[in-house]
């Protein structure tokens, strides 16, 4: 009897088990945050499931100057799930920004949608503008027109707190938007580790990237409408895309599909997605060698996310169906076997995510193909998504990534700037031309010998007299010959790119510095030829050792007759100089002085001629060195050079402007 019971026990948890998570796979994900909002528009609308709010009680989530309110009466609008969304809009003529309370930090969709039409003097197909989100300053969109219905989808990885969407009208312009959504989404929706080809290597950092959808496919069925789609994501058929259609058939098993567990879930795609694809058209020869190919638009100068779903929905068998997959003319995946990842079990959902390098060209092609290892040639496609990685902030090309919100943090520091920087300048201004009128007077006073001088002729140099320059004088070899003692080598105080630097005495004492080049330097060489489809890192050098810097590791990358013998604090001090000389704005990098400055200082460190040990600055420059850098020891180098009080080289500051003279070898 307590058998019998604890059986019927064990049933009934069962079945409660078993309610349970239909249940919530039913619901499906639950988004924290979720704004709707229906611009333009007097009255609440509901798409599916979903609720827009009318645009008035929505407006505390907007500052903006004006209200317009823009309404059309077009039957002209396409129909779908969304097209009521469409007949409104609201009109900005200056910057206007939506801000949405967070309750959730984490990754979240902010949609879209713009549809031109003409609403009293605004024709909005003439208005062009800009959108930013606050989330990193990223510039959503720039110079935008819409000549169309369209909706723009993007997919953030936002912090908790305020996130703010601003549109900005260019000049004489105006900007629009129909609708606006800000929602959750799943964390488990982007994963952080992709495959990288060409070169073919571990891609990670995903989850931190900022993704714009390009493109949604469902390979062989129909469209898939936002209301049958749990994230609220749109499916389009591919047959668009496809180059050679009689290559193709479809197939279609949608009550199959199986989603397994720790993998693919109705999150990731829908059954209407992974229950169809396109397959190669192969029955009729059993010897079929072709690929079936899709081709996308896309920007160049951008990397993308290429995720491909897949779902063996034809195969008969484990092991039937195997077959290669191609992206941009890549073997990307060989010999790919569905039920070899599933465990051996057929209709189950599967995908892979691709990130291809920097694009050189405005289109993506995507192929599948048979196997050679495949006993019958076939290869399927259920899904494919492309999605743009943004690139320093920005998903388009070109235009200014300072966004609204850097400008407005910056106001104040502007007018507090100017409102003491201006008297401030006047003085410098007074100070300049008081040190200019005594400088000038002290010119006259000293010996010309301090200036490249007119020789006749028969006596060497000749001068341009269009120009004032001073490096407008010609001097034959032989007088350079004559000053350097025929190149001494006794005279010789480094060496530089081109060759040696040599010190040198004209016939009326002026005395200079002459870089020799030589035949054998290798400057000016031919150099190999930069391949913009690599990783950025490995195509430009200062990137790539910048990513070094930033890991503390810059010492891993050094020329290697330095390691062990460049001190660390040296070699820090020349890496965060470097670093504050390739910021991306311009007001960040360091001035030719400063970086002067910090250069000498490093050089300090190196060689420790104050043994004092300097206390180290990271600003961009360093207060504890003297401008005149009289602590350098020139002894060595320039021994035969007399410090005298008004024409030779110390007074022209060769300390500073070169410095690296002063080393017997080369940079």
Known sequence: MMILIACGVLRFLLLQFLILNFVCSCIGFDPKDKYYVNCGSSTDVAVGSITYIADKPSSRYLSTPEDILAHT???????????????????????????????????HWIRLRFYPFHYQNFDMKSATFSVFSSH??????????????????????????????????????????????????????????????NPVMAYSGLVDQALETVVRV?????????VNDTLGRSWVPDWPFLLHPDLATNASNIGGVRYPGGGATQDIAPPTVYGTCTKMNSQSDPNSNF????????????????????????????????????IGGFLVDRDLELSSVSQGRLATAYFKDFVTPLMDKDSLSVSIGP???????????????????????SFS??????????????????????????????????GILVFAQRRKKKKQEVSHSKTWIHIPVDGGASHSHNMDSNLSYCMPFAVVEEATNSFDEGRVVGVGGFGKVYKGVLGDGTKLAVKRGNPSSPQGLAEPVI?????????????????????GELDQIIDHRLVGRIK????????????????????????????????????????????????????????????????????????????????DLSDASVSKVFSQLIRSEGR
């Not at 391949?531 to 890991?551: F, H, T, Y």
């Not at 990098?589 to 910090?598: A, I, Q």
């Open 218 to 226: 469902n390979m062989g069925g129909p469209f898939v409408s936002l």
């Open 371 to 393: 196997s050679k290892l495949s006993y019958y040639p076939d290869a399927l496609l259920n899904g494919l998504e492309v999605m743009k990685i943004s690139k320093k902030g």
């Open 568 to 647: 660390p604090d040296s070699l820090r001090k020349y890496g965060e100089t470097a670093e504050k000389c390739l910021a991306e704005f311009g007001v960040d990098r360091p001035s030719m002085g400063d970086v002067l400055w910090n250069l000498e200082y490093a050089l300090q460190l190196q060689e420790a001629v104050e043994r004092d040990d300097p206390e180290e600055s990271s600003s961009n420059y360093i207060h504890e060195i003297s401008p005149h850098f009289n602590d350098v020891d020139t002894s060595n180098s320039f021994g035969q050079f007399e410090r005298s009080s008004g024409d």
């Open 73 to 107: 009466t077009s039957n002209s609008i396409a129909s779908s799930d969304d097209s009521v969304l469409f007949p409104t809009a609201r009109i900005f003529t200056k910057p206007s920004t939506y801000t949405f309370p967070l309750r959730q930090s984490g990754r």
């Open 291 to 326: 690929n079936v190919t899709w081709n996308f638009g896309v920007d160049a100068g951008f990397q993308y996310l290429i995720r491909l779903h897949f779902c063996d929905i034809v195969s008969k068998g484990a092991n039937q169906l195997v077959f290669d997959v191609y």
């Open 397 to 430: 090309i070109g235009g200014s990534s300072l966004a609204p919100f850097s400008r407005s943090k910056n106001k104040l520091a502007v007018i507090v700037g100017v409102s003491v920087g201006v008297p401030f300048l006047s003085l410098i201004v007074v």
């Open 136 to 197: 990193k300053e990223t510039r959503l969109l720039s110079d935008f027109s819409p000549q169309n219905a369209t909706v723009n989808e993007y997919l953030l990885n936002m912090t908790s707190g305020n996130t703010m969407i601003t549109f900005s009208p260019s000049r004489n312009s105006f900007a629009y938007v129909n609708s606006v959504e800000v929602v959750s989404a799943p964390d488990s929706l982007i994963i952080d580790d992709a495959s990288l080809f």
């Open 531 to 551: 391949d913009p489809s690599l990783p950025r890192e490995m195509v430009n050098l200062g990137e790539w050792a910048i990513k070094w810097q930033k890991k």
